[in-house]
């Protein structure tokens, strides 16, 4: 995507004469408008734009925006990029897993994910957590099982796009289906939960005296001679069967849950759809067991950009599925960063943090976007100063009041190039 220079707009605007052109004059030149400036811009002597010393040119082409940063970037802050692509991957027969847990990504205090496979008939063993679990689907099919506090179970068939979310406590257990298995990404609702410590049913078998057993399941102690002794995490296991005989075997006296443990994100409506592409929300307004996570999911056409906005009530963890892009983030300071996404990245914005992503490919950039809180929310930079008093707006930023007027009052998510 081209980027206009603000040196670039300064020089056309002065050009054209108006009566603004003194305040242009006074206006901070192109880059950082603080001192000193920044930006490969100001350099004079472009040797020292140079990186002599050892570097890996690929690693480093992948993050243009480190090596270059735009030259209204200004100040630093935590980094607010990692990538699953990075993580190393624990394996065993019947899938994969790799994680990003505030361990390995410092900002992310309030989410923590995961990216797991499992092949057809692999997997998860049945298992809890002590914080809230929700996953999107990535690829293949999945079946997915839960208990409810009520004692209500529950089980459907999952396919790419689609949600689950099980609440704190609940157990629960995943597997992947015909003809090629599953992948997906899990959010826990807390920075520092890692998947490799999570409670499964074999350790707490393994580590319970088999009389106590006998006594609890109603069966005799010689019944359990052959569990395992260490917890299972991922194991192959076989294809099961159609979904209709799992329920009528998993039927309880006490019924079904309220409200269903999955959704799908990529069949709800599409909020401010348009030409430069659209959101679709999941939370617990539609979603409506989902009580500690919500999420959007954003679709960017190629040129388009997610408008400069930022959430109120949540930090943003975001996830990047399809595309290319790149997220600026401003901050106090003042402080402003960039830095490059792409399949498989992991983004981070703390609450109230101004943040824009631009499409920097030829393909739909594809992210999500989930928040610790039962409600999607945001506010659109855009839509405050169309509906702030025209004159302020006008005279703060050296604007003309019919430019100010021009501004979109409909909170566009994503705006064409």
């Known amino acids: 995507m081209k980027r206009v220079s603000r040196r670039g707009v300064l020089a056309a605007t002065a050009a054209s004469g108006a009566a603004i052109g003194a305040k242009i004059a006074n206006a901070a030149s192109f880059g950082n408008p603080d001192q000193p400036p920044q930006g490969a811009v100001n350099a004079t002597n472009k040797q020292g734009l140079t990186i002599p010393g050892p570097h890996d040119e690929g690693l ?27 993580a190393q991957r624990r394996i065993q027969d019947g899938g994969w897993g790799r994680q990003v847990t505030q361990a390995d990504f410092a900002i992310s205090s309030e989410i923590s994910g995961v990216d797991m496979r499992l092949s057809a008939g692999g997997i998860r063993e049945l298992h809890w957590h ?58 826990f609702d807390n920075g520092v939960s890692s998947e490799f410590n999570t409670l499964p049913a074999t350790d707490w078998m393994a580590h ?31 294809v099961p069967p ?22 799908s994100l990529s069949n709800a409506p599409k909020v401010s759809d348009g030409n430069g592409g659209f959101v679709q929300i999941a939370d617990s307004t539609n979603f409506k067991v989902a009580k500690s996570v919500a999420a959007g999911l954003v679709t960017i056409r190629p040129g388009a950009l997610r408008t400069m906005h930022w959430h109120p009530n949540a930090d943003e963890w975001q996830y990047y599925l399809k595309g290319t892009g790149r997220m600026t983030v401003f901050n106090a ?17 703390k609450k109230g943090l101004g943040h824009y992503i631009e499409n920097t ?23 405050w100063l169309a509906h702030s008093p025209p004159e ?15 501004f979109p009052k409909n909170s566009p998510d994503v705006v064409p190039e």
């Open 60 to 86: 480093a082409s992948t993050m243009p925006t480190f090596l270059d940063p735009p030259p209204t970037d200004v100040g630093s802050m935590p980094e607010f990029w990692a990538s699953f692509n990075l």
């Open 130 to 187: 002590q914080q809230a679990e929700w996953a999107i689907m990535t690829y293949g099919n999945c079946r997915v099982t839960v208990l409810d506090a009520q004692g209500r179970p529950y089980v459907a068939d999952v396919t790419e796009g689609d949600l689950w979310y099980f609440p704190a406590g609940m157990p629960h257990s995943l597997q992947g289906l015909g003809p090629d298995g599953a992948q997906f990404v899990l959010a």
């Open 208 to 238: 319970t005296p088999p009389e106590v057993l006998a006594k609890n399941f109603g069966v005799p102690a010689e019944a359990f001679k052959n569990i395992p002794l260490q917890n299972r995490w991922i194991f192959q296991g076989k």
């Open 242 to 263: 159609p979904l209709d005989e799992v329920r009528t075997a998993m039927a309880s006296k006490a019924g079904v849950p309220e409200y269903p443990f999955t959704f």
């Open 333 to 349: 300071g003042p402080a402003a960063n960039t830095a490059n996404f792409h399949p498989g990245d992991i983004g981070y914005v």
């Open 361 to 383: 490919g030829s393909d739909d950039l594809v992210m999500l976007a989930v928040f610790r809180a039962p409600r999607y929310e945001e506010v659109s930079f855009s839509n």
């Open 392 to 406: 302020m707006v006008a005279a703060t930023f050296n604007l003309d009041p019919e430019v100010v007027a021009r």
